[in-house]
Every structure is written in structure tokens, then in C-alpha cells.
């Protein structure tokens, strides 16, 4: 049997080209394949490149100079001047020493006796008895004690202007004297006749030694006074 006059049934066949075969007028024949329309994306051709000019470079901005103000000096504040208050006049007169006698020979007579307003009265009546030798008395002289308020020769000069100075135990360097001379030994210095001797209590001793003092004191008085 050949296979070519084999004859299958309508069924058959339409089952088997369900997909590729119509009937017309009762015949059936093959139809060509759908062609399946496909949308082929397509690259766009190429856009031709203008080639870029470069851009100028910006002008870059400079910063912007703030100039200090130029200032002026300061004005000089002038300092205030503050007028010193009225003061009352000041006094150059010397305080005043405090004296025993008148002073009217102008005799200062300076003792030295601590815790003593003027002196020991046993040392007053030994002084006494040696101006009355030479015939003065205790309104003639004018006695201060430096161990009372220290005696200073230019406020004692202003005070009793004297004209001679008598030094019982006190330097002539403790009245602030610019000069130096030993005991015993009359000195004559700026108008004035100073006399220096030891303290009253060594002279008024009943011994050889205050004898001796004593006859010292009395030649130097004598020359001095008589």
C-alpha cells in the first residue's frame, strides 16, 4: 500500500492543522503563515556633535580692600588741675622752750636731768652759788633742759638771742652746733660765747676730783663774766 493515497479523515486533518488550515468551498489547502508584524526598535542615528567652545574663564572677582579709616590723634585729655586747698599759713616760729629765770643778761644755761622738769634742787642751789660769784643772779640767766625737749641751737638762738651759752653736760654736737670744742675751754662762734663743761652733779661733789672741776669752772666763768 502506498502511502501517498492514504486518505485521513476531515476530522483528522482539522485537528491536526487547527492552527494553519481554513476550508473554502469545501476544499482545504494550506494558508501561508501569519507573518507577525514585529516592531524593530531601531537605534536613532547618530546626532552629530558640535564640537563645544570652550567658555572664557570668569574674571575672578577681586576681594573688595577695606581701607582703615586714617584717623587723627587722640586729643591730649589735659590733666585736671585741682587747686590745693586755702591752708593756713604755716608758723615758722619756733615752739617755745620752757626756761627757769628771765633772761635778762641773756645767759642760756643747758642742763640735762632726765625725769626733772629744770633740775634737782640740791644741783639749782650749787648753780646759784656759782653766778652769784660772779655777781649775777637767777633773773639774769634762762635754763632749759634738754632732757626735757631737745634743744636745738637755731630755735634757742630765735628764742633768747643770747650771747652766751652755757653746756652742762650736754655736747656742743647735741644742739646741733656745727662746731666742736672741749670742756673747760671758752669758744666764741657767731656772735655767741659757748662754754662747755661735765653735768652739775659731778661738779657739786665734796671729793679731789669735783674740787678740780669746780676751780676749772670758775677761772673759765671769771674770764667770761668778771
Not at 469545501?26 to 558640535?50: L, S
Not at 659757748?194 to 661733789?205: I, R
Not at 676751780?215 to 674770764?223: A, F, M, P, S, V
Request: with cysteine.
Amino acid at each position: 500500500m502506498s502511502f501517498q493515497n492514504i486518505k485521513l479523515p476531515d476530522i483528522v486533518i482539522a485537528d491536526l492543522y487547527r492552527q494553519s488550515l481554513i476550508q473554502y468551498d469545501g476544499e482545504i489547502t494550506e494558508t501561508p503563515p501569519a507573518v507577525v508584524e514585529t516592531n524593530i526598535i531601531t537605534a536613532p542615528p547618530p546626532v552629530e556633535k558640535k564640537p563645544v567652545e570652550p567658555k572664557a574663564p570668569e574674571p575672578v572677582k577681586q576681594p573688595e580692600i577695606i581701607s582703615p579709616k586714617v584717623q587723627g590723634p587722640e586729643p591730649v585729655k589735659q590733666p585736671e588741675i585741682i587747686q590745693p586747698k586755702a591752708q593756713a599759713p604755716v608758723s615758722k616760729a619756733p615752739v617755745p622752750y620752757k626756761t627757769l629765770g628771765n633772761n635778762k643778761r641773756q645767759i642760756a644755761i643747758v642742763v640735762n636731768f632726765p625725769n626733772e622738769v629744770f633740775l634737782p634742787e640740791t644741783d639749782l642751789q650749787f648753780l646759784t652759788k656759782m653766778i652769784s660769784a660772779c655777781k649775777l643772779n637767777m633773773a639774769d640767766v634762762a635754763i632749759v633742759n634738754h632732757a626735757s625737749v631737745q634743744v636745738a641751737i637755731e630755735p634757742l638762738k630765735q628764742q633768747l638771742q643770747p650771747k652766751y651759752v652755757l653746756l652742762f653736760g650736754v655736747e656742743p654736737g647735741a644742739i646741733q652746733l656745727p662746731i666742736s670744742f672741749p670742756a673747760f675751754k671758752e669758744q666764741a662762734y657767731a656772735g655767741c660765747t659757748y662754754l662747755f663743761t661735765p653735768p652739775l652733779n659731778e661738779l657739786n661733789q665734796e671729793n679731789e676730783q669735783a674740787k678740780v672741776l669746780k676751780r676749772k669752772l670758775w677761772d673759765c666763768l671769771k674770764k667770761i663774766f668778771l
